[in-house]
Nanobody, 122 residues
């Protein structure tokens, strides 16, 4: 019922920037919150950032606070993740997802994109 398509994968040097996009579509789009999670090889999926659709309130993991910015375009049902001052530790597969509640827990999110790869070299 909901399709999420991420774009913006790439390779960037440490200290550089990258912008990810996620376009949401479906017969009815009833998401309350949209967010980004990431997963590095051999590690668990972890919360990165989330935005409440109506209010625009944002939430960030401590590891990315001050460096990443999440935003949305209401008309296009698109969420963005602007990543600045990237570190090698940010290398991961990034997933766009949506939830009907405000949460930083992956179990509270209902629909997931296929992921987009971000590699940060030192």
């Amino acid at each position: 019922q909901v399709q999420l398509v991420e774009s913006g994968r790439g390779l960037v040097q440490a200290g550089g920037s990258l912008r990810l996009s996620c376009a949401a579509s479906g017969r009815t789009f009833r998401s309350y919150t949209m967010g980004w999670f990431r997963q590095a090889p051999g590690k668990e999926r972890e919360f990165v950032a989330a935005i409440v659709w109506n209010s625009g309130n944002t939430y960030y993991a401590d590891s990315v606070k001050g460096r990443f910015t999440i935003s949305r375009d209401n008309a296009e049902n698109t969420v963005y993740l602007q990543m600045n001052r990237l570190k090698p530790e940010d290398t991961a597969l990034y997933y766009c997802t949506t939830s009907r509640r405000t949460s930083t827990r992956d179990l509270d999110y209902d629909y997931w994109g296929q992921g987009t790869q971000v590699n940060v070299s030192s």
